[in-house]
């Protein structure tokens, strides 16, 4: 089965993308499920669950969010309602919504998790790696084929938990840094890793926004208001075959596609 994972989505030139390329991806037949990133689908921050559920409509099977996760208040009140949008299952205890779900597909079952790092990020998450060994604990059953979206600040972080579960997933991708890095590859266990997918959204930007604002922040020290950049998007992502038997993962392709 192939699974496309879709980096950060960003505002309405990232939606945009999302749904043409998604139409393509889906009548050439080279994808059979998707993990779309929306967190910062609502001009640039989280989106609302019905923004969220616009994704699913769109084409993605699930929603992963991020530290972006509760911008909105209609998230925080309704992501309850919706099983297919996950935030990291390591938030603290008693946030709403859940850090994973499972999916029944034609061709079997498929378990998407989402874990958020805390190096250069929020110090309130619990551990993400002792919350992946608890979900990954027999007990729990999760079943062969297991996506893990580990959305982090630091490369080292991302990728010392790609290794960490490497043999115990299928894949485990970043998300949240939005620079698509090109070091996908498939570890000794089986499970495909790429640092980070990259960004569905405008690229003519610093990570999806205006790029004059961001350069007067960084020279004055000024807080300004970052829009979301115009010009072209490009949707940027990844997209793993894996063996629905073994949950091994056979290849990582790395995407890219500008409109
Ligand atoms: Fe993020
Ligand atoms: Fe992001």
């Known amino acids: 089965m192939r699974v496309l994972m879709v980096g950060d989505i ?31 689908a609502a001009a640039g921050r989280g989106p609302t669950l019905e ?49 994973w779900v499972r999916v029944d597909t034609p061709e079997g079952e498929l378990v998407v998790v989402q874990l958020i790092g805390r190096v250069f990020m929020q110090s309130n998450y619990d551990c993400p790696f002792r919350a992946a060994d608890k979900l990954l604990s027999p007990s729990m059953n999760l079943g062969k084929v297991v996506f893990v979206d580990m959305h982090g600040e630091a490369s080292s972080e991302r990728m010392a938990m790609g290794r960490y579960l490497d043999g115990r997933v299928s894949a485990v991708f970043g998300t949240h840094t939005h620079c698509q ?44 208001k970052f829009d979301v950049a115009k010009g072209d998007p490009t949707l940027e992502g990844a997209i793993v075959d894996v063996d629905m038997k073994t949950g091994k993962a056979r290849s990582i392709e790395r995407i890219r596609i500008g409109l």
């Open 10 to 40: 960003v505002g309405k030139p990232g939606r945009a993308a999302f749904l043409q390329v998604m139409n393509r991806l889906k009548a050439e037949d080279r994808i059979d499920f998707v993990i779309a990133c929306g967190e910062n």
């Open 51 to 99: 923004m969220a559920q616009s994704l699913l409509n769109m084409g993605a099977d699930v929603v992963t969010l991020g530290d972006h996760a509760w911008d909105s208040k209609e998230m925080v009140e309704g992501i309850d309602l919706d099983s297919r949008i996950i935030r990291p299952e390591n938030f603290s205890k008693g946030a709403p919504g859940k850090g």
């Open 181 to 224: 890095t090109s070091d996908e590859r498939i570890f000794p266990g089986g499970t495909a890793y790429i640092t980070d997918l990259g960004m569905t959204g405008p690229q003519d930007s610093v990570l999806g926004r205006e790029v004059e604002p961001v350069l007067k922040k960084f020279l004055t020290g000024v807080p300004h």
